[in-house]
């Protein structure tokens, strides 16, 4: 069972902790939030159109985070290379 | 025809269940064996008359390696799961095989098997990450190796060495065409030709892509990567299984790593964050968000994109250039 507002309080928090977010790291951990949610709605709404104020938040999360990934400083390739 | 397929069938099924007693024997044999050599060791250790003998007996224990025999003799090729299973489930087969393994290998196989499971895949990268992402970070990196030598000994896993300092592994996971496709087909002879082939439809499809006005207009900031499809496999942070010139493409990578260092001295510090911030929408929009947290696919991609915005000469130009 899919709780509207527990869901939408959990992308509103990755929101929150994306402004404290400094590092590749803890960007990851929050990207995986987004995307356990994402998924969650997706599998609730198999085949049915997701309500608008759920697709909006996740659109709004998700643009959230890929904006701050292009903040943070850029990965490191030179590791990536050797 | 259906009559000899069954004798066929049957004489292996009977064969795979003699091999399975004969390898249980062997070990349970193996097993006593190392019982009793520990035993006489005990013994000796024992006697308080000779304690220099007993030092010297000592290391030989440890030293003596164990001799392993594979379960399991065949090519191991690179599977991708169509989508991501829901349950990790363990084939039969596998888990027949899995028993048989002692209890370091075993939990080593399971993690990497269930690590490849999530990644949708049966194959990826040996290191100090891995052993990280699996949660073996309290092994020493030797006994993490002589993990990965056992496993590989079983024939249960495939290494490559793909650089000086890049591994690859595949995993010996059944294929199951319903959830499975075949990633990549083991290395044969035909290799070369299949390269070939495919760098000359690369060749055929570049003329028909029309964007040379929009690649003018390019900007450091809002470089489109047009060639991206082209380099597909040019990507220098690709393993290039199958390639014979090895060598070459590493010189290529260094050439790409010091190219991008370059162009980054040249655009400066806040026009090359503000390049990064386009790739990252860029990879967002083509590849989807997954990738994002993929670090190395992402790497893959962005180094991808980096080759087009500055103008980085691809694998075949540069090889031609040189």
Known sequence: ?82 | MGLIRGIAEAVLEKAKVEMKDYIIKFIEAEKEAEKEAAGKAAVIAEKPAEPVQAEEKEPEVPEKRKEIFPIVEKDLVKYIYRTKPELISIPRELADLMQMLPVGEFACFMKLFIFTTEQKKNFGYIGNNLKKKIGLDALSPEEFEELIANLEAYGLMKVEQVSDNQRTFILYIPFDEETMSVSEMPRTEKQPERNESRNSNQQKKAPARKEPEKAEKKTPVKAEPVKEEKEEDDRPGRSRIGMEDDELYKSYRTFVNLEIDKAKMRVGRSNFDKIYMEAVKYIDKKYGFKVLSDSEKFKEHLTNYYISAFDIKSFEEWKKSK
Do not use: H, Q
């Not at chain 1, 509207?4 to 929050?30: A, G, P, Q, Y």
């Not at chain 1, 599998?43 to 049915?48: A, D, E, V």
């Open chain 1, 1 to 82: 069972m899919l709780d509207n507002r527990i869901l939408l309080k959990s992308l509103n928090d990755i929101d929150v902790k994306l402004m404290l977010c400094k590092t590749n790291f803890e960007w990851e951990l929050l990207a995986k939030k987004y995307e356990n949610a994402e998924n969650e709605v997706k599998k609730f709404f198999k085949g049915k159109k997701i309500p608008d104020e759920i697709k909006n938040a996740l659109d709004s999360a998700r643009a959230s985070l890929v904006k701050k990934k292009g903040e943070l400083p850029p990965e490191d390739l030179s590791d990536f290379f050797k």
